[in-house]
């Protein structure tokens, strides 16, 4: 178990939440992503071992058969140095460098896995709630090689189109 200040350490970094005094709780992708870098270790209590990342990842995919491209797409907005929140099932909230507990996150990046269909209404309803809360909206598409590409969506207006241009 990590000491107080291990934990707080985390939890300034941007990973996981409160639980308790001294602990905090992470998602998968955090766990996994820290198991990576070597920053958290996990231990099977029943079986007195520790667990390697592709055991954590294993049991992970039993519940969420997508935490592997969330994880890909977490761990590339983390190597780019900032802080993201998972808040549903396809979307992150991301703060820019630095800002985290500071100031609200600058963006929003909703997840798109190569071959999944998206509805564009869908999109649009996103764009929508992401615009009213200040931030800016980014689509993570994650080919079927793991290579993460972003695009912004942002509001087209046609109204101001001259029809005599035509």
Known sequence: MPTQGEAENLQQDGYGYRKQKGQIELNHCEALYLLERERLVIIDEGERRLQSFQEVLNRGLVTDPLLWAKYIIYRDIRSRGFVAKLIDDKSFLVYE??????????????????????????????????????????????????????????????????????
């Open 97 to 166: 460098r630095g800002t985290y507990q500071k100031k609200p996150p600058s963006y929003e990046i909703y997840n798109i896995y190569e071959g999944a269909t998206e509805n564009i209404g869908h999109l649009e309803e996103i764009l929508l709630k992401t615009i009213e809360s200040g931030r800016l909206l980014k689509l993570a598409v994650i080919d079927r090689r793991g290579e993460v590409v972003y695009y912004s969506l942002e509001r087209l207006s046609l109204g101001n189109l001259r029809t005599d241009m035509l």
